[in-house]
């Protein structure tokens, strides 16, 4: 069966972490059940799609519990499927998941995101804010920043890091999430990473007209030869990932339409100092006002 579509990744992934509970190695798990052992580590990598009789065998031979084992069973039934839609919160958690396994072996990324910071350039902060004002759980709020920001290692690792290509939309250097203090802080970080030689940010003025972007936020992850990009999009609701060639390429293109109207780097940099410009003197002038 074809792998490296993000549901084989997904369950890849959820294999991995109960064979690394279970304390065995690959090679004992594949003694186990009488297989290679690099089979195993092709369903772990989400190289080849796992059949539903070979997810089950794997997590009842680990002895995980019957609500992994259905779930990943029934993931598993359609892991070729041109898009993969999750609608309810164990799902968009498997595709957290696989997000972040895709993002491991990224070789480009590119983020598109209208209203906010792209989720690889906010600080803890401001994710924080974003997080609170959207009625998170308190008790999940802190995993959920630690997570967003460990996902920064894609582009900073010493070892094969992966490109970024960040387009956001001039209106979220503006927009006071988390208050000025916390903008500032937000502002003040993105022009330190625009010095990184991984991250290529632009912001989309607000003179321009429709642009695809304003369509909605989607992430486009590249990984080696051999393996299918994917495109991730979320709402409120619900997140959704694409892999067919045609789906991917009329993403592609639309990110190419939005880096055609996007600022330099250089002008966008020059705005970024500017907006902090204004909120310093907006500050002082305040502190002088009290």
């Not at 084989?8 to 109960?18: D, F, K, N, Q, T």
């Not at 297989?35 to 997590?59: M, N, Q, Y």
């Not at 779930?71 to 309810?88: F, I, K, N, P």
């Not at 998941?97 to 995101?113: C, G, K, N, Q, Y």
């Amino acid at each position: 069966m074809a792998g490296t579509t993000p549901k084989a990744v997904a369950i890849g992934s959820e294999l991995r972490r109960a064979r690394e509970d279970a304390g065995l190695s690959a090679r004992q798990l594949a003694d186990k059940l009488g297989l290679s052992h690099t089979t195993i580590g092709r369903w772990e990598k989400g190289e080849r799609s796992p059949r539903p009789v070979d997810v089950a065998t794997v997590l009842s031979a680990l002895g995980a519990d019957n609500a992994l084992r259905e779930e990943l069973v029934e993931l598993a039934r359609d892991t070729d499927g041109s898009h993969w839609v999750a609608t309810s919160l164990p799902e968009q958690q498997r595709q957290t998941a696989a997000l972040l396994e895709l993002e491991r072996d990224a070789t480009a990324i590119t983020d598109v995101s209208a209203m906010l910071i792209p989720g690889l350039l906010q600080t803890g902060n401001y994710a924080r804010a974003i997080m609170i004002a959207g009625g998170v759980p308190d008790a999940d709020i802190e995993t959920r920043v630690a997570v967003r920001l460990g996902r920064r290692d894609v582009i900073t690792r010493t070892s094969r890091p992966a490109s970024l290509s960040a387009f956001v939309d001039e209106s979220a250097l503006y927009r006071l999430i988390g208050g000025p203090q916390v903008m500032h802080e937000q502002l003040q970080w993105l022009l330190h990473v625009m010095e990184w030689p991984t991250v290529n940010l632009r912001v989309v003025p607000m003179s321009v007209s429709w642009h695809p972007g304003l369509e909605g936020a989607f992430v486009i992850v590249e990984r080696g030869e051999g393996s299918a990009p994917a495109v991730q999009l979320e709402t409120r609701r619900s997140s959704l990932f694409l892999h067919e060639t045609a789906d991917v390429a009329t993403y592609q293109e639309a990110a190419a339409k939005v880096e055609e109207v996007a600022m330099s780097p250089e002008a966008t940099s020059e705005l970024i100092a500017e907006v902090i410009n204004r909120l310093d003197a907006e500050n002082d002038g305040t502190a002088r006002a009290g």
